[in-house]
């Protein structure tokens, strides 16, 4: 199977690479840190000015119109720097609920500005009491006059400290972990009764808690039909599962060529450690886990935009299975070979660690996508 980038992919990826090679140097990356933004916001408009906003909308609204592959071509370049802008958050997973769930005119009224880099979205789709069940929803929407009002709290909202706007996922109806009668709200993030308190991800990424205390918005504010976005909050967290996958390949590549460095530089008993038979097994396992990783990415990435649920979920949870445990090893194995240097804070190799172990908690870890896959299988 041909699993080479077409060449417009190459093009993307090319110029993505050279952009952030000039602008995410370590010492770069720590000043985008310590920023109250928590990122660059010239990175972010430069995205915009290349097009990379676009990938994943319809041209009617000034997107690019392309798949989850082409996402997947993205992340694994942010993910080889471990970028911190947020594309994960406004892109995929506020971006493709919007593309999902709204209307023609609901889409061309928001899409463009997002695409522009002008609007940030967030989905609030998690709760404090519902781990990694996103039907788990105890958040409310009251229909008032032509509008709602929504109450509850939304928890580890990727991107919710920055977003301008957040897409609030509320209970129109059923009781509390039942997937229908779920809905989906476009809430201005500085709206009266909405407080947000903002935090840092162990990877540097922002993250927020959001409550909502009696926040009105009106009906426009409704993405699709009330009571009917589960689909929509399944496949969105599909979607962002898929680009995370994508992300974290690009962090073990990177992990692979640090370590191998390593090995390669570092001398015991007057010669190289890489030259240790022991060490090189271990780095073919690395290179191996590396290998199967990038392969089952794709997969889930080919897979992700396929409306039939029953394909793409088995085809996404399967691949943050085996990410997730690929990364946990390798971020465990090349500290192992790099000794001490390898948990200091001035050298990157820890950095890499900490977004795959974050990669590995969002949207779902090993046992919750465990148990996915095997329901799925069991109903087959």
């Known amino acids: 199977m041909d699993f080479s980038y077409s060449e417009e992919q190459t093009l993307i990826a090319n110029s993505l690479r050279k952009l952030l090679d000039d602008t995410y140097a370590q010492d770069q990356r720590q000043r985008y840190l310590e920023s109250d933004l928590g990122y660059s916001a ?10 990379l906003l676009s990938v994943p909308f319809a041209e009617e609204v000034g997107g690019f119109g392309g798949s989850s592959v082409d996402v997947l071509v993205l992340q694994t370049e942010f993910g080889r720097r471990l970028a911190l802008e947020p594309f994960v958050s406004t892109v995929v997973l506020g971006g493709g609920a919007v593309r999902l769930a709204a209307s023609a005119e609901q889409q061309a009224e928001i899409l463009p500005a997002v695409i522009a880099g002008e609007c940030r979205l967030a989905a609030a789709l998690g709760e404090p009491q519902a781990r990694f069940d996103l039907n788990d929803v105890e958040t409310t929407a009251r229909a008032d006059g032509g509008g709602w009002v929504l109450n509850g709290a939304k928890a580890v909202v990727m991107g919710g400290d920055t977003a301008d706007k957040l ?3 509320a209970r129109t109806g059923g009781a509390a972990t039942e997937r229908e009668g779920l809905s989906l709200f476009l809430v201005d993030a500085d709206a009266a009764g909405v407080s947000r308190r903002g935090y840092r991800l162990i990877d540097g990424r922002g993250a927020a808690e959001v409550t909502l205390d009696n926040v009105t918005v009106d009906g426009a504010a409704l993405l699709g039909e009330p009571g009917a976005a589960w689909p929509v909050i399944e496949h969105v967290a599909d979607l962002g599962n898929a680009a995370l996958c994508a992300e974290a390949v690009g962090a073990m590549e990177m992990v692979n060529e ?6 390669k530089m570092r001398q015991q008993f007057g010669r190289p ?8 097994h271990r780095m073919v396992d690395l290179v191996m886990e590396y290998e199967n ?9 080919m897979e992700a935009d396929n409306p039939d649920v029953t394909t793409r979920a088995r085809a996404v949870s399967a691949a943050k299975v085996y990410v997730a445990g690929a990364g946990r090893k390798m971020g465990q194995w090349s500290i192992q070979m790099h000794g001490g240097i390898g948990m200091t804070d001035e050298y990157m190799l820890g950095h890499y660690a900490k977004r795959l172990n974050v990669g590995e908690q ?12 095997g329901a799925i299988a069991a109903a087959a």
């Open 42 to 51: 010239d990175n972010w408009r430069q995205y915009a000015e290349l097009g």
């Open 167 to 169: 897409v609030v996922s």
């Open 258 to 263: 640090l370590t191998l460095d390593y090995l």
């Open 273 to 280: 450690i890489g030259r240790f038979q022991v060490l090189q």
């Open 293 to 301: 990783a990038r392969s089952i990415a794709l997969l889930a990435a």
């Open 362 to 373: 969002t949207l779902g870890d090993v046992d919750h996508h465990l148990a996915r896959f």
